[in-house]
């Protein structure tokens, strides 16, 4: 269960840094994202994975973590995935108003070498049909 945890963490921080490293801005939201992700799996798993523990103290039982689960981690990978939600949603307008201003959605506002060449052919194109 462990190593399946591990990896888990391990292609989420992969994938969303391999995604963070392109040039557009839904690709770093999604990478941003899914690294948020992989953050609170790994702060999850330092809670101790304890499968059928109780977070709460019960009467009768010795309250230490060898018989209950760490609630403090529950609380903050809870509240991270609510931050993290607002988060991504308030980059999502942010970079949709940035690509209806820039007309691009690249990262450094300038657009694709391949973009421009298909726009500079469409443009010839239509100047020849005018003549």
């Given at each position: 269960m462990t190593l399946l945890?591990?990896?888990?963490?391990?292609?989420l921080a992969g994938?969303?840094?391999?995604?963070m490293l392109r040039a557009r801005s839904f690709d770093?939201?999604?990478?941003?994202?899914?690294?948020?992700?992989?953050?609170?799996?790994?702060?999850?798993?330092?809670?101790?994975?304890?499968v059928g523990a109780a977070p709460l103290v019960?009467?009768?039982?010795?309250p230490s973590l060898l018989n209950y689960a760490d609630p403090l981690p529950?609380?903050?990978v809870l509240t991270a995935i609510?931050?993290?939600f607002a988060m991504t949603a308030?980059?999502?307008v942010i970079a949709l108003r940035a690509r209806m201003l820039g007309g691009t959605d690249h990262v450094d506002g300038l657009p694709d070498?391949?973009?421009?060449?298909q726009r500079s052919a469409a443009r010839d194109d239509r100047s020849e049909h005018r003549r």
């Open positions: 945890l591990a990896l888990a963490i391990g292609l994938c969303g840094v391999w995604l770093l939201i999604l990478g941003l994202t899914l690294l948020s992700y992989a953050v609170n799996l790994f702060i999850f798993s330092m809670g101790r994975l304890r019960r009467d009768g039982v010795e529950q609380a903050l609510v931050i993290g308030l980059l999502l070498e391949d973009e421009s060449i």
